[in-house]
């Protein structure tokens, strides 16, 4: 089982330009999840999917979107990137959306934008 | 609200001492409780966890427990190695099916 995968590893756009950042799971699980990680901020949730065909905001989901594919992807969107979006993020998921369940986490998307 | 404060790092230590990273939260309602790792170059992986009140999570000689009285849920292990350098985020899950990071505490850990 290869988990949580996530493509591309690295990606630098200038100030903008569009990209997709691509998750796929092959656990079977319900619910899925994208963060982005800063500097002494944790992680902070940008936008979630419960089960296949549900997609919510999270904190932070300005100048991002969403698109549950299929229940093993979710894909996240930045239609026109900024400076400020410069971050490490990661897909998730978990079996179900419940406050006791695991998530199991991709290995990150380093994207800086300039 | 619901969140997370935990130690502020970074922290050094040599192998084989002890450790012991602080985490309180803010929450309502009955929260689960986490541990995550972040190794270098890696994305999170769980460490432990604790879904109720004076549950005791352990995974790799690490402990924590739920500790309501205090809402605290302190990381302790009582000899750590060099592989145990890391990132270490506590995180809360809440109601609403979230889970509250905090703000991750690195640990070096010195042959």
């Known amino acids: 089982n290869a988990g949580v995968t996530q493509t591309p590893k690295f990606q630098v756009l200038k100030t903008g330009q569009s990209m997709t950042l691509q998750c796929a799971q092959d656990m079977n699980h319900n619910s899925m999840y994208w963060y982005r990680q800063d500097p002494g901020m944790g992680l902070r949730l940008i936008y979630y999917?419960?089960?296949?065909?549900?997609?919510d905001k999270g904190e932070v989901p300005n100048g991002y979107n969403v698109s549950r594919l299929n229940k093993r992807e979710f894909s996240l969107r930045l239609e026109s990137a900024a400076p400020s979006q410069t971050s490490v993020y990661f897909c998730a998921s978990s079996e179900s959306a419940s406050r006791q369940e695991t998530q199991y986490f991709g290995p990150g998307t380093r994207l800086l934008v300039l | 609200g619901n969140s997370v404060t935990q130690m502020e790092g970074p922290v050094t230590l040599s192998e084989e001492a002890f450790l012991t990273i602080n985490c309180t939260y803010t929450?309502?309602?009955?929260?689960?409780l986490f541990w995550y790792v972040q190794y270098p170059g890696e994305g999170l992986q769980l460490l432990l966890k604790?879904?109720?009140?004076?549950d005791k999570g352990s995974n790799k000689g690490f402990e924590a427990t739920y500790r309501k009285e205090t809402t605290s849920f302190h990381l302790e292990k009582g000899s750590v190695q060099v592989s145990d350098s890391a990132v270490y985020f506590c995180?809360?899950?809440?109601?609403?099916?979230?889970?509250?990071f905090g703000a991750g505490t690195t640990v070096t850990v010195r042959a």
């Open positions: 604790a879904t109720k009140a004076d």
């Open positions: 995180a809360l899950g809440r109601g609403d099916y979230k889970l509250s």
């Open positions: 999917s419960a089960s296949e065909g549900t997609t």
């Open positions: 929450a309502t309602g009955y929260p689960s």
